[in-house]
């Protein structure tokens, strides 16, 4: 067997990020009354969505502090409603976050692979998500129990795709980086990350995105075909 140790990223790879996130900002715009700006919420979720898409690209290039990130992304769309007092975006956001660990959709799958995973393999979660929501949504989840430890950018002071991130993860988990693989669906932060660590790579790619700059290790559409991988 060539891997021991399996890297596994948890946002959009095994926890719905993208409809559990859209759940919750809906019930933010029915209750904090969005409405009395926008038209609906699917024009309140098309302009917050790419604006938040943005600085987290930012925060994982480092261009951006944490405190920025949750700042920023809800004072642009709560700025025409008048509401730009750092406080009260702030307790916009904390809510926001609060309401995601209730959350525990997750991509389909997610459960049957760790399931056939976990005989064979120590694996790890490595997430650049905020530390009092990612604890909580695998204990909501029932995810828990299928990791040996969580491993965040927190931690290491630095996101993915960045080497050092990586380089933690392997010395904190006692992982060789040629016994090691990172599976998760961002081609940025996990892929590249990886590939530049000299970590071989399972890219989640349910769109059938082109690969840019390289080929990754392995690729597939669903998690049920790692199956025929590992």
């Not at 951006?64 to 702030?90: K, M, N, S, W």
């Not at 349910?206 to 990754?216: A, I, S, V």
Request: with cysteine; aromatic share 14%.
């Amino acid at each position: 067997m060539k891997y021991k140790n399996l890297f596994i990223d948890l946002d959009d790879t095994l926890w719905d990020t993208y409809h559990n996130n859209k759940e919750c900002l809906e019930e933010l715009y029915i209750d904090y009354h969005f409405d009395r700006y926008y038209t609906s919420f699917e024009t309140f979720f098309d302009i917050y969505m790419p604006h938040n898409l943005e600085l987290w690209a930012k925060y994982r290039r480092n261009e951006i502090d944490r405190q920025t990130l949750i700042l920023e992304r809800f004072r642009y769309v709560t700025r025409p409603l008048g509401i730009e007092d750092p406080a009260a975006v702030l307790k916009i956001n904390h809510d926001f976050l609060q309401r995601t660990t209730t959350k525990t959709r997750l991509v389909p799958g997610a459960i049957e692979i760790l399931e056939y995973l976990r005989p064979s393999y120590r694996m790890f979660i490595l997430s650049n998500g905020f530390r009092e929501v990612q604890f909580k949504k695998l204990a909501n989840t029932g995810l828990s129990p299928y990791f040996e430890k969580v491993i965040l950018s927190e931690d290491a002071g630095i996101q993915k795709p960045h080497k050092k991130i990586f380089d933690f993860a392997l010395k904190n988990t006692n992982s060789r980086r040629t016994e090691t693989l990172m599976i998760g669906d961002s081609w940025e932060a996990d892929i590249v990350g990886a590939y530049d660590s000299k970590i071989d790579q399972l890219w989640l790619n349910p769109e059938n995105l082109t690969p840019q700059g390289f080929t990754p290790t392995y690729t597939v559409h669903t998690l049920e075909e790692i199956k025929d991988i590992l």
